[in-house]
């Protein structure tokens, strides 16, 4: 693992004056500004050279997907925002960053100690980087979704600049706080509930108790019974097609017989970046069936394997997903971090931003059939997840879930970055907050932009979709 230069100076008023002084290179107003740079590429030439590498026959998925709304095409763009973002003011002060901060990368989990906590759940691109990075996609992704919802624009604003001042305050709260108090602080049902009492309605507060009890619901033996059948008395993965292949429908016999070879090895390889007690957990589960599945918005086309695997007996499953790690979109403007291999890069990220992780959250790199070596990361396919649904909130809602955002942004953040640097840049008045509202809105009219540019592509056949 690289190793991570500690904050300097090393005493909290010099920290502190470090923030301050990157006031004069990165004014906080700003971070107001965003105009497309003369020399922007296509946008579809962006999207479609981001998908080259990926599975050919599930890209048309991936644009299908991508030109359902602006808030899907948002999705799907992380690598067209950072494009953007490094032509934007950077404050030069960096941390963790998760590299795709929309509102639907924060949700419910599962801790190991099987509380339901709230955290950032997406890690694909995370990487070192400018910490506003992450606050301008969160405040550009409340926009998209409140527009949709047609929320009027002062509306939008609230809810962009309460999001904002909660990460701000939080941010200001934990550089008066131990290292020891940050890294401990994490956020469970207990405490949103209280924080969401005070801020939503009647109607608000029993959303958020359906999604708590949805969440516990999606565990890993309810991902059992809908991705499983039996046949001959035996449970197996049960096709979907296109969304979810069975290697027995996806290769001829010999080709399946070395993948799955393939992804056996990559499983007992994995295991050796665990720790050492779920180590010897994980081996006490056998293969029991693999299939390739289509995932997410942006991910779509990327390796994702799910494999099955039986405990005790045919009723104690294990369902594992092997996700693709390629180089983040970050990396061209932020550098390398250093990793081995990138799955290692996304396991050690979200390690770090997290309060807390999956238990079988690990890494491996493994030489597919093609001859092509590539990265893999591995976790829980679904421990009670839930997440939000912007499309049912009303302002009042979206405002208090952009709060709760805001504040598990900043407490990632604080964990990596130099938080007392960082509070000290933000200050105690609202001078970020108004400048990212603008910002959101502005970058909000270049994504309708660039969805619109993808969606002519699609007319006139520049690019196929496919629906799923």
Same mark, same amino acid.
């Given at each position: 693992?690289? &190793? =991570?230069?500690?904050?300097? &100076? ?29 020399? %922007? ?12 590498? =990926? ?21 799907? #763009? ?11 003011? +950077?404050?030069?002060?960096?941390? +963790? ?5 929309? !509102? ?5 989990? #599962? ?16 990487? &070192? ?31 962009? =600049? ?32 209280? $924080? ?38 035996? %449970?197996? !993965?049960?096709?979907? &097609? ?19 070879? $393939?992804?056996? =090895? ?51 499953? !294990? ?30 990220? $979200? ?57 598990? !942004? ?33 970058? #909000? ?24």
């Amino acid at each position: 693992m690289p &190793p =991570r230069t500690p904050p300097t &100076p090393s005493t909290p008023e010099e920290r502190a004056a470090l923030g301050r002084k990157a006031r004069a290179a990165a004014p906080r107003s700003s971070h107001a500004e965003y105009s497309p740079a003369y020399d %922007r590429p296509d946008v579809v030439d962006v999207v479609e050279e981001q998908s080259a590498a =990926r599975v050919q026959e599930l890209v048309p998925i991936r644009y299908g997907r991508m030109t359902e709304s602006p808030f899907r095409f948002y999705r799907g #763009a992380a690598g067209v925002m950072a494009m953007d973002l490094a032509d934007t003011p +950077q404050s030069s002060l960096r941390a +963790q960053l998760c590299g795709d901060a929309h !509102l639907l990368n924060f949700r419910l989990l #599962a801790s190991p100690e099987r509380h339901l906590m709230f955290d950032i759940n997406d890690f694909d691109e995370t990487l &070192p980087g400018p910490f506003e990075w992450d606050v301008k996609r969160l405040s550009a992704s409340l926009v998209i979704a409140a527009r949709a919802n047609g929320f009027s624009t002062k509306q939008r604003a609230g809810i962009v =600049r309460a999001a904002v001042r909660s990460y701000r305050e939080r941010m200001r709260g934990y550089a008066g706080m131990g290292n020891l108090d940050v890294w401990y602080t994490r956020f469970d049902e207990d405490w949103v509930r209280k $924080q969401f009492s005070q801020k939503v309605s009647a109607h608000g507060r029993r959303m958020w108790q359906e999604a708590a009890d949805k969440a516990r619901a999606r565990d890993n033996l309810q991902a059992f019974d809908k991705l499983t059948e039996t046949v001959d008395g035996e %449970r197996r !993965l049960a096709a979907d &097609p296109p969304l979810i292949v069975p290697l027995r429908d996806l290769l001829d016999d010999a080709d399946r017989n070395e993948l799955e070879r $393939q992804l056996v =090895r990559l499983l007992r390889r994995y295991g050796r970046t665990l720790p050492s007690d779920r180590r010897f957990l994980l081996d006490q589960y056998r293969v029991a069936g693999m299939a390739r599945k289509v995932v997410g918005v942006g991910s779509v086309g990327t390796r994702c394997w799910i494999v099955l695997l039986l405990g005790r007996d045919s009723e104690d499953p !294990l369902i594992l997903q092997a996700k693709e790690a390629g180089p983040s979109v970050l990396e061209p403007y932020c550098g390398s971090a250093g990793y081995r291999t990138q799955g290692e890069r996304v396991v050690s990220g $979200q390690r770090l931003m997290q309060a807390t992780s999956d238990i079988f959250l690990g890494w491996e790199r493994v030489d597919g059939l093609d001859g092509r070596r590539r990265d893999f990361y591995v976790r829980q396919l679904r421990d009670w997840k839930g997440i939000a649904q912007p499309e049912l909130m009303v302002p009042q809602g979206m405002r208090a879930f952009g709060e709760l955002f805001g504040a598990t !942004l900043a407490r990632a953040h604080a964990r990596s970055g130099d938080r007392i640097a960082i509070a000290a840049y933000l200050g105690s008045g609202d001078v970020f907050d108004r400048a990212l509202a603008e910002f959101a809105e502005l970058y #909000a009219d270049q994504n309708e932009r660039d969805f619109d540019a993808l969606a002519k592509a699609v007319r006139t056949g520049r690019v196929a979709t496919q629906s799923a």
